[in-house]
Every structure is written in C-alpha cells, then in structure tokens.
Nanobody, 115 residues
C-alpha cells in the first residue's frame, strides 16, 4: 500500500501563486508516475500534471505555461507550483501515485482562487 499526504492548498487571489506538496510513504517502490488531478464542483476529475520516475512530464492544456510539476525521488515527494492562478483553477486537488496496475489517491486539498 501507498499513502499520500497533500499540503499547500488555500485561498489566493487571481494572479497569485500556490505550491502543493504530496509526500508518499509505504510501499513507494510500487510507484512509477506521480501527479495531480483536480475536481471542481459538478465536474469530473481531470488530470492537471503528471511526472514519471524518469522525469517525463505531461500537462493539461489549460495549465501549460502556468503550472510546473516536479518530483524529488529521494523524498518520494511531488510538487505542483501554480502561478498566474485563475478563478477557473478553483477545485479540490488530488495527488496521485500510479503504476500499470493500480492508482493511489490522496485525500485532496482545496484550492480557491478569488477574482
């Protein structure tokens, strides 16, 4: 099993920045990719950004150029630097750790961007 603990959400004005962190513990050897997903009220959960153990990154078109995902393999931690935040970025952000067989999820952290 893998446990994920997120931190760093909060309330910020449009144009501001936040940094999310997610620390993995437990059977971390099971993890290949880590990433962030988000779910806004009334909407489906969507991928925001992912990074593999080898460093390959993937971003949703809506956040390209504004968000940066990074990963510290020694600390089993993934980060999401969010700049130029927009009200439409408001959502619960979930940390994800995955391999080819299973997905693990954190409990989520609220990000609210006021206009």
């Amino acid at each position: 099993q893998v446990q994920l603990v997120e931190s760093g959400g909060g309330l910020v004005q449009a144009g501001g920045s936040l940094r999310l962190s997610c620390a993995a513990s437990g059977s971390v050897y099971l993890i290949n990719a880590m990433g962030w997903y988000r779910q806004a009220p009334g909407k489906q959960r969507e991928m925001v950004a992912t990074v593999t153990s080898g460093g390959s990154r993937n971003y949703a078109d809506s956040v390209k150029g504004r968000f940066t995902i990074s990963r510290d393999n020694a600390k089993n931690t993934v980060y999401l630097q969010m700049d130029s935040l927009k009200p439409e970025d408001t959502a619960v952000y979930y940390c994800n750790a995955a391999n080819q067989v299973v997905n693990y999820w954190g409990q989520g952290t609220q990000v609210t961007v006021s206009s």
